[in-house]
């Protein structure tokens, strides 16, 4: 069975901080993505890498940086959060770009 | 720019009874359609997806779909719902130019 671990189920930071969210899959897979969820809007993507080291932006990409130096491992980095980056953050990933996704339990930050 | 809709955001259903959850895409040649399901505090799980052939597609937990080219819309369906099926569901649009767009999901509550 594929496996997308994200680092944190709940975080809590405070505006300004620097945050890291950390994604790991096991099925050597090509692609993975960074989504945000929020009531009404659905999935949002954010960042995704096609290769270790290559990235895309997606929809959404502001404030955001990501960062992949393993093929396993895809890390969002938020680099001063902000209030607005409330969300619930879901890490994916998939062999080609429109083969199924895989998603991870996801990571609900709160941004004080 | 390509977009998918779920025009309902929330439907309540009887335990027993049938269910149909709509899904629209815009227009795109070939496109590979995807249903997923999110329970409470957890990330997407695949239910079935359609990639060419037979336009009725089965999958897991006796959900079904039926893709209509004509109308744009891949539909998901279940004869007769189950409690547990209580969840938040997303449909999901594959472009030929490796965009991937997920609809804004509908939140499934089943009466006893």
């Known amino acids: 069975d594929v496996k997308v671990t994200q680092s944190s189920r709940y975080l809590v930071k405070r505006t300004g901080e620097k945050v890291f969210l950390e994604c790991v899959q096991d099925?050597?897979?090509?692609?993975m993505f960074w989504y945000r969820q929020d009531p009404g809007l659905g999935l949002r993507l954010i960042y995704f890498s096609y290769d270790v080291k290559m990235k895309e932006k997606g929809d959404i990409p502001e404030g955001y940086s990501v960062s992949r130096e393993k093929k396993e491992r895809f890390s969002l980095i938020l680099e001063s959060a902000s209030t607005n980056q409330t969300s619930m953050y879901l890490c994916?990933?998939?062999?080609?770009?429109?083969?199924?996704?895989?998603f991870g339990p996801g990571t609900r930050l709160l941004v004080l | 720019a390509q977009s998918v809709t779920q025009p309902d955001i929330h439907i309540t259903v009887s335990e027993g009874a049938s269910l149909e959850l709509r899904c629209n895409y815009s227009?795109?040649?070939?496109?590979?359609l995807f249903w997923y399901v999110q329970s409470p505090g957890q990330g997407l799980q695949l239910l079935l997806k359609?990639?060419?052939?037979?336009?009725l597609v089965q999958g897991i937990k006796g959900f079904e779909a039926e893709f209509k080219r004509s109308q744009s819309s891949f539909n998901l369906r279940k004869p007769s719902v189950h409690w547990s099926d209580a969840a938040e569901y997303f449909c999901?649009?594959?472009?030929?130019?490796?965009?991937?767009?997920f609809g804004a999901g509908t939140r499934l509550t089943v009466k006893p």
């Open positions: 359609y990639f060419s052939g037979d336009t």
């Open positions: 994916a990933s998939s062999f080609g770009v429109q083969e199924t996704q895989y």
């Open positions: 099925m050597d897979h090509e692609n």
């Open positions: 227009y795109g040649a070939t496109p590979y």
């Open positions: 999901a649009v594959g472009y030929n130019n490796n965009d991937m767009r």
